[in-house]
């Protein structure tokens, strides 16, 4: 049962550099999230998707931007990697958002930025 | 806003020992609560979750009951395993929002 897959899970980038985080759900989920995890901070959501094609702003989303063109994929993409986004990243899905629909989450990304 | 505010850690227990990891909420409707776990270099997992006020979730041993007086949400175990070792989030989900909030977790040592 593969779930929700990110990948990569680990990289380490230069200031400035530009890459692409994948997120792949074989479980059908109309709901995808990302979210980042900083010591101290728990988890705060980045940006998220309600369904193919559509992006929508979470609590932190500066610096990042998001494409959701396939339903089973979420793309996380950092244009100008800055030092302050080093962090561990977790994708995570959903069925929908109704009270006995939990969210099921990747093993996570861990990025430096240099 | 909402918010959630989890007791620091680390917590370090023996085996066999009681736990309580305290979790309070701060919340504008009427949320749904929920306990995930992440075991060392693993995803986030659901534990158990409790929709409304006086309801009890229940999984593995663990217990939270929603307190909406208290505005708590107290994850308990009465009797840890080593194999429990992990950090443990208290998480909301408000009325209408699609997101969770999460608290900043509580990592949880359990020694043989």
């Known amino acids: 049962n593969a779930g929700v897959t990110q990948t990569p899970k680990f990289r380490v980038l230069k200031t400035g550099q530009s890459m692409t985080l994948l997120c792949a759900q074989d479980m059908n989920h109309e709901y995808m999230y990302w979210y980042r995890q900083d010591p101290g901070m728990g988890l705060r959501l980045i940006h998220y998707s309600v369904g193919e094609g559509t992006t929508a702003k979470g609590e932190v989303p500066d610096g990042y931007n998001v494409s959701r063109l396939k339903k089973q994929n979420f793309l996380l993409g950092l244009e100008s990697a800055a030092p302050s986004q080093t962090s561990v990243y977790f994708c995570?899905?959903?069925?929908?958002?109704?009270?006995?629909?939990?969210?099921?989450f990747g093993d996570g990304t861990r990025l430096s930025i240099l | 806003g909402n918010s959630v505010t989890q007791m620091e850690g680390p917590v370090t227990l023996s085996e066999e020992a009681f736990l309580t990891i305290n979790c309070t909420y701060t919340a504008t409707g009427y949320p749904s609560l929920f306990w995930y776990v992440q075991y060392p270099g693993e995803g986030l997992q659901l534990l158990l979750k409790a929709t409304k006020a006086d309801d009890k979730g229940s999984n593995k041993g663990f217990e939270a009951t929603y307190r909406k007086e208290t505005t708590s949400f107290h994850l308990e175990k009465g009797s840890v395993q080593v194999s429990d070792s992990a950090v443990y989030f208290c998480a909301l989900r408000d009325t209408g929002r699609r997101a969770l909030t999460f608290g900043s977790g509580t990592r949880l040592q359990v020694q043989p």
């Open positions: 995570a899905s959903s069925l929908d958002t109704g009270e006995n629909q939990p969210q099921h």
